[in-house]
T-cell receptor
């Protein structure tokens, strides 16, 4: 158990809908990262937050957004969902975000029908 | 940009066989290198890491050495077990915009038969 929690574990929804994925980092970690794992793209970095502020953006679509709250939990919002958004979404956390180890949550499996 | 290339899978071995999963990287500077493992139905777990050239990471009988001259970080285990069946990901830390992200290889699925 990494100490990073993610909810829900599974999510099934329809095209065009909007969903919110939630992540709680390990106790004491200030940085949260979101990754997408799909069959065709592999594991890709989406976005990083550090202590409530956006720090870095990767291959995140404009339909996707994230935020980190004062209690350091983070949410990833996916809107206008398409079939191709079906994937496993991982959250990871680290102490600061400058190059140390990232610890991953169990992931949320999203299926868009 | 920085990238990681892993040995194509799937890899199937018998129990107690010797394991090598190749990983090479392209990077500017000197990134940290990681191996993560994903067991069926689970998330990613850190297996081992190395932060500078010639460092050896080790855990649960697995080892990998950071080789700057060959830009490699091959994963090895002397005697695999059925419980080692999983997908293994090699990754490097990549600095962007003053922050850090992980760049992953495509993953190698390992199956160990009794």
């Amino acid at each position: 158990d990494s100490g990073v929690t993610q909810t829900p574990k599974h999510l099934i929804t329809a095209t065009g809908q909007r969903v919110t994925l939630r992540c709680s980092p390990r106790s004491g970690d200030l940085s949260v990262y979101w990754y997408q794992q799909s069959l065709d793209q592999g594991l890709q970095f989406l976005i990083q937050y550090y202590n409530g502020e956006e720090r870095a953006k990767g291959n995140i679509l404009e339909r996707f957004s994230a935020q980190q709250f004062p209690d350091l939990h983070s949410e990833l919002n996916l809107s206008s969902l398409e079939l191709g958004d079906s994937a496993l979404y991982f959250c990871a956390s680290s102490v600061e975000g400058g190059g140390e180890t990232q610890y991953f949550g169990p992931g949320t499996r999203l299926l868009v029908l | 940009g920085n990238s990681v290339t892993q040995m194509e899978g799937p890899v199937t071995l018998s129990e107690e066989a010797f394991l090598t999963i190749n990983c090479t990287y392209t990077a500017t500077g000197y990134p940290s290198l990681f191996w993560y493992v994903q067991y069926p139905g689970e998330g990613l777990q850190l297996l081992l890491k190395a932060t500078k050239a010639d460092d050896k990471g080790s855990n649960k009988g697995f080892e990998a050495t950071y080789r700057k001259e060959t830009t490699s970080f091959h994963l090895e285990k002397g005697s695999v077990q059925v419980s080692d069946s999983a997908v293994y990901f090699c990754a490097l830390s990549d600095r962007i915009q003053g922050a850090q992200k992980l760049v992953f290889g495509q993953g190698t699925r390992l199956t160990i038969n009794p």
